[in-house]
């Protein structure tokens, strides 16, 4: 099946837009990664169902204390980071096992195209509204080119184990 990634390429310029941009927001990454996840709640609020520390917590999101460190990670490490780096490597690269991991709680979670979706749209917005100065057509696709190679990459590992 394809993922609609193969063939395209990030380009110098896009890389250029997504590194001036992640500057600009890692700062406030903490912040920006749970305005990121709030935004999915707030569009999809069945998605807190995938979460295990969100489903019977009788705690608002916001106010969920093992939801910001998450958050963090996936707006940081899995998400921003690995634009930045994407150019440069040519591919995506969050290392293997992670990528694994994160195609197996996926998977194990329930996760589906329409959540990345939602997701994808969470993004985009979360960075206009850091950097809207900035923002552009072109910043905006730039995201989004590297948001797609990062769930093509994550739905390659989305597979059962057998």
Not at 9 to 31: C, D, H, I, P, R
Not at 32 to 60: N, T, Y
Not at 134 to 159: C, F, H, R, T
Request: glycine share 4%.
């Amino acid at each position: 099946m394809s993922s609609g990634t193969e063939g395209k390429v990030f380009t110098e310029e896009q890389e250029a837009l997504v590194v001036k941009s992640w500057a600009a927001m890692k700062k406030n990454a903490g912040e920006l990664g749970l305005k990121f996840f709030l935004k999915i709640f707030e569009i999809a609020p069945s998605a807190k169902k995938l979460f295990s520390f969100l489903k019977d917590s009788p705690v608002p999101p916001e106010q969920n204390a093992k939801l910001k460190p998450h958050a963090m990670t996936v707006f940081v490490m899995k998400t921003c980071e690995a634009a930045v780096q994407l150019r440069k490597a040519g591919k995506v690269t969050v290392r293997e096992s992670n990528l694994k991991r994160l195609g197996a709680a996926h998977l194990k979670y329930g996760v589906v195209d329409e959540h990345f979706e939602v997701t994808k749209y969470a993004l985009l917005e979360t960075i206009k509204e850091a950097v809207p100065e900035m923002w552009s057509p072109e910043m905006k696709n730039a995201w989004g080119e590297a948001y797609d190679q990062l769930v093509a990459a994550i739905k390659s590992e989305m597979k059962p184990s057998t």
